[in-house]
Every structure is written in C-alpha cells, then in structure tokens.
C-alpha cells in the first residue's frame, strides 16, 4: 500500500516529491505565508492550475507546519477548488507529511480575503 501511494504521488506531483520548484511569495500574513509555485502553473483557456504552498508562522493543532495544496482556478468567475492537498511536519513543505486526495467541492474565496488576493495574483499571469 505504501508503495503505490509513493509512486502515485511520484507520478502525479513529481516536483513535490523531488524539490524542483519555483516559489515565488505572492503575499505574507501574520499566521503564515503563501507562494506558487512558478514551475506548476499551467494556463488552459480561463483556468489556472497550480501548487500554491503556505508556511504557517506557527505549528498547527495538528502537528503541521506547512502545506502544498494543487488548486484548480476558474478565472472567469473566480471559483477555486483543492485537487490534492499535502500537509508537512516541516516548513517550506519538507518533512514527513499526509495526503489527503479528495477533490473538493467549488468554493469562492471573500472579497478582500488572502484567497481572494491569491486567485486575483494568479489570474494576472500571462504565459
């Protein structure tokens, strides 16, 4: 079992498992910080696919303290969904980490909030 979550999570997220990114910071908080990385973002039509990283300032309830997160954004109406999300022991997603693989459900981030800013980030790119 073990062995097919690893070469699964090879295949599909090669760059979580080898450290090849690109972070580039797109905003600090006082409860962390939120990157993209460069080298993930794929531009199809409207739709923005990425990695988007968060560096908690501090450790979590659960023991994490950071995490990458595969996000799927629909530019045209701002929509945004999780496809894969990682959770690390370490900063910078480095350390013994958990998977969770649901997709999840379409969701809306407030005006004026982190998420809102970060799909906003996102969307300007041009390839």
Same mark, same amino acid.
């Given at each position: @079992? ?35 990385? @460069? ?9 923005? $696919? ?41 900063? @910078? ?31 300007? $790119?041009?390839?």
């Amino acid at each position: @079992m073990l062995k097919t979550l690893i070469t699964f999570i090879i295949f599909i997220f090669p760059s979580v498992c080898f450290g090849d990114f690109e972070w580039k910071l797109i905003t600090k908080t006082k409860k962390g910080d939120f990157y993209v990385d @460069m080298k993930s973002l794929t531009i199809k039509d409207n739709k923005r $696919f990425y990695l988007r990283l968060r560096d908690y300032k501090k450790i979590d309830k659960y023991g994490e303290r950071s995490n990458i997160i595969h996000f799927e954004t629909n530019c045209l109406n701002l929509k945004s969904r999780f496809l894969k999300d990682i959770y690390f022991e370490d900063h @910078m997603g480095k350390g013994k980490f958990k998977v969770q693989n649901e997709v999840s459900d379409w969701i809306v981030f407030k005006k004026g909030s982190v998420g809102n800013y970060f799909i906003n980030q996102i969307c300007s $790119f041009k390839k």
